[in-house]
């Protein structure tokens, strides 16, 4: 069974960063695309970044520039660099993983509990 644990979210000021891990268990890691999402209060869950073993990303427009997605397969964990954090990035982040790109953006099969980030102005 894959499990998903995401950590390192918290309160920081708009401007700083933060670094998410999510840590995976119950899958070969390099055989699944990874995905972060977030969902703030109101608003559909959206896409933030994906990457696969093979190098290949995507981000949200976004974030963009900010934002850096990254994995240690010696680990098992995702991260996802934030930087120049803004107000409106302020939701329940959540990893994601499955064995195909297409249904990683579509509808991922597995899922974390999410990690809380807020950006104060």
């Known amino acids: 069974q894959v499990q998903l644990v995401e950590s390192g979210g918290g309160l920081v000021q708009a401007g700083g960063s933060l670094r998410l891990s999510c840590t995976a268990s119950g899958l070969t890691f390099d055989a699944y695309a990874l995905g972060w999402f977030r969902q703030a209060p109101g608003k559909e869950r959206e896409e933030v970044a994906a990457?696969?073993?093979?190098?290949?990303?995507s981000y949200a427009d976004s974030v963009k520039g900010r934002f850096t997605a990254s994995q240690d397969n010696a680990k098992n964990t995702l991260y996802l660099q934030m930087n120049s954090l803004k107000p409106e990035d302020t939701a329940m982040y959540y990893c994601a993983a499955d064995t195909s790109w297409l249904l990683l953006h579509r509808n991922a099969r597995s899922w974390g509990q999410g990690t809380q980030v807020t950006v104060s102005s």
């Open positions: 990457i696969d073993s093979d190098g290949r990303t």
